[in-house]
């Protein structure tokens, strides 16, 4: 069964949280396959049983947004993002509202960003994904997609051509050869729901790891102590896996970078990021993240400062309350937003 992945265990420390007496252990939990990673569970309950009914319902929802937002898979029953690519051109699909309400956040998205970030650029990323498949496979072969190629297929990333029809629940991509490509708002998107989801339900100090994307929600132990959360450095040949660590509560941290999905040709690697207006990996920096509450906004943000200039991301922060973002060059220089050194952990 799929809770068997599940895992489970006691912190060794008990806590009292309340003045009932009532003990709350600290317990931890993960599992893998949703959004094609790892997501962890930290969080505080009674006993293993309602921990287990946490990470159940925090499973079970993920699953859902998981399903409907997958490009590559289809599932009986349900109408999703692959569903709505593979009817381009042809009929409008009735959907469900998360889909709706995922697309419309991504326009805004997409106006807010002015065009860093753009769902309706799948036919420009199947290019690239495919080359780079192919080059992990084969990597004395591998190649670099022609530009003439992307350039083609970048013909077809048109926003007019994506028809949402809310009365109706109904989406219909006109242009038969554009693909909706959700993979830099969906994670950190579905992650925002679902807190928001264990929060209506009552739950309450807890940290959610999606792949990475992290969402704290309160604080942890007796003192309601903010929760440590790590910046990855880019450099995986470094000993040093932080570049800092923050004291968060309520906040989410999403970082973008180089460091994880890429193939090499000729002796230089080729990331995933993909800048809209070069059709190539973005090259301005090796990492990039964000922190501010809603990790749906943290995700498009982290990947939408990557593929621009420092100076034009760091106005674009600077005019979001609660927003903080940190800046990894190639050089391995740093610079971060004005309220970013307030996080660090004393």
Not at 71 to 82: A, D, L, R, V
Not at 183 to 210: M, N, P, R
Not at 227 to 248: M, R
Not at 323 to 334: I, K, R
Request: net charge negative.
């Amino acid at each position: 069964m799929k809770k068997t992945i599940l895992t489970i265990y006691l912190i060794l420390t008990t806590l009292i949280l309340s003045s009932c007496s009532k003990k709350l252990n600290k317990y931890e939990g993960s599992f893998l396959f949703l959004f094609d990673t790892v997501t962890q569970i930290v969080g505080y309950a009674e006993s293993e049983e309602a921990f287990r009914e946490f990470t159940d319902f925090i499973h079970d929802e993920l699953e859902t947004y998981h399903r409907l937002y997958d490009k590559y898979n289809s599932y009986e029953g349900i109408n999703n993002i692959k569903t709505i690519n593979d009817k381009a051109g042809k009929e409008p699909i009735k959907v469900d509202q998360k889909i709706i309400e995922l697309l419309k956040f991504s326009i805004d998205a997409y106006e807010q960003t002015g065009g860093a970030i753009n769902i309706s650029m799948g036919s420009v990323l199947e290019i690239w994904h495919d080359y780079r498949e192919q080059g992990i496979d084969d990597p004395l072969n591998s190649t670099l997609p022609p530009m003439e190629l992307l350039e083609e297929a970048n013909a077809h990333t048109n926003f007019d051509s994506l028809i949402i029809d809310e009365a109706n629940s109904t989406v219909f991509i006109q242009d038969s050869n554009m693909r909706l490509d959700v993979g830099a708002i969906a994670k950190g998107y579905a992650t925002e729901q679902v807190v928001k989801s264990a929060i209506e339900k009552g739950y309450t100090d807890f940290l959610l790891s999606v792949g990475g994307n992290v969402r704290t929600v309160g604080g942890k132990g007796k003192d309601k102590a903010p929760w440590n959360v790590g910046i990855q450095n880019p450099d995986v040949t470094s000993s040093q896996y932080s570049l800092y660590t923050l004291a968060l509560i309520d906040l989410s941290l999403v970082s973008s970078g180089n460091y994880e999905r890429y193939y090499t040709v000729e002796g230089k690697t080729y990331h995933h990021i993909i800048d809209p207006n070069t059709l190539m990996p973005s090259e301005y920096f090796t990492s990039v993240s964000v922190i501010c509450e809603d990790s749906g906004l943290a995700d498009v943000l982290s990947t939408a400062l990557f593929n621009m200039p420092y100076e034009e991301g760091l106005e674009l922060i600077e005019s979001l309350d609660g927003t903080e973002a940190l800046w990894v060059f190639s050089d391995a220089s740093m610079k971060y937003s004005e309220g970013f050194e307030d996080l660090i952990k004393k």
